[in-house]
């Protein structure tokens, strides 16, 4: 196991009918910022419970926060934070409303150019932490982990930036699986893609004896592939929309990453595709997760054999037909709860390729995967078996 520090402070509040403890985890003379999306907590109530969960507390409103958030229209909410001093965040919607609502939270108190704090990659952005502003969050999409994680991820001049800061890690969230009944198919489906393609990037790698996160990431992956197609299917199902819930945020709060390698190579790839083309975060997961593996099933061969045995229960056949076969499972899952897992199925032209490859290269994505040797040429060759 290599070293590793863990810490996360973020206190989860968790099940049914709890919105009125917001009163509680909130101080009392906050003047508080509620950020939110297009209008779905409007539509389906959750706004008005968290309005009077806040009570009496000076309140402002910033809704319209986009998916993959825009720089510019979270300078927006950060000028009127600053105007209403205001001293905390909290972020009620999916992952583009938690994430953007982080972007506030660093932005409010710096004095320099606010987008230079988009060039930092994963490295924690340069910001005191006294000048970060305290968020909560009550969530409302299990998908990407941001309710309890230190990432947000913002879209500024076609491409899409990480941020992350110690200090954007949300004081408390608020996981009501009920908030989440009101979600379309579509989005339940991105939400299971997402947190399985997190716990994988963090573990199909190389191994390192790391049991415990092995076996926890293969306990998310398999409660995955139980509940997914059945949370898809039946939306008011309480337990596995639970399950969901509980498997995104596990997926990418720390737990399973300490002490293990990453590839973050699907992910990275994938967001050029949502800033070129739109297409939905979870949706570039599932058209390049297989191929990614297809290029480069020789340096993760030990642990994609060992998830072929330990989440699909495959052993029969020699090692290369094993990693195959977990190949096509993984393939098949995502196209069962819904998304489609190729490039020309969204509309991309083989053509299109080149102006991916001009983008990762735009944005230093040129030494890629757990052993930093992933280059533009090996991105093509996966985007072209993708396509
Ligand atoms: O905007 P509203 O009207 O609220 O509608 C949203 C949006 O259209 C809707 N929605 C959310 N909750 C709903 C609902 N509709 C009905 N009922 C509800 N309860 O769903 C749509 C998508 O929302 P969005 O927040 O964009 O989706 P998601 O949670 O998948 O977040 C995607 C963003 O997270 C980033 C992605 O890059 C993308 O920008 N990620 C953040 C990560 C992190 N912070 O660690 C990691 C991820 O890998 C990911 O990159
Ligand atoms: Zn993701």
Known sequence: ????????????VFGKERLAELDQLIPADARVLVTYGGGSVKRFGTLDKVLSALGG?????????????KYETLMQATELARKESIDFLLAVGGGSVMDG??????????????SSLLFHGFAPVPVDAKDVLPLGTVATLPATGSEMNAFGVVSYQGGKFPVNHPSIYPTFSMLDPTLTFS??????ANGVVDAFVHVLEQYATYPVDGRVQDRTAEGIMRTL???GP???????????????MWSATSALNGMIGAGVPFDWTTHMIGHELTALFHIDHAQTLAALLPSVWRVRK???????????????DITDGDEESRVEQAIAKTEAFFQQVGLKTRLRDYDIAKAQIDDIINALEA????????SGDLGLDVSREILEKAW
């Open 363 to 370: 944005h230093g994505m040129t030494a890629l995967s757990e």
């Open 1 to 12: 196991m290599q070293n590793f520090d863990y810490r996360n402070p973020t206190h989860i």
């Open 225 to 227: 592939i139980e509940i």
């Open 101 to 114: 609502t982080k972007f506030i939270a660093l932005a409010t108190k710096f004095e320099g150019d606010t």
């Open 183 to 188: 979600l379309p198919k579509i989005q339940v």
């Open 57 to 69: 507390r000076t309140v402002f409103e910033f809704g319209g926060i986009e998916a993959n958030p």
């Open 230 to 244: 059945i949370t898809v299917a039946e939306p008011e199902n309480y337990q596995a929309r639970a399950n969901l």
């Open 298 to 312: 020789t340096q993760k061969h030990a642990k994609l054999l060992q998830y072929a045995e330990r989440v699909w």
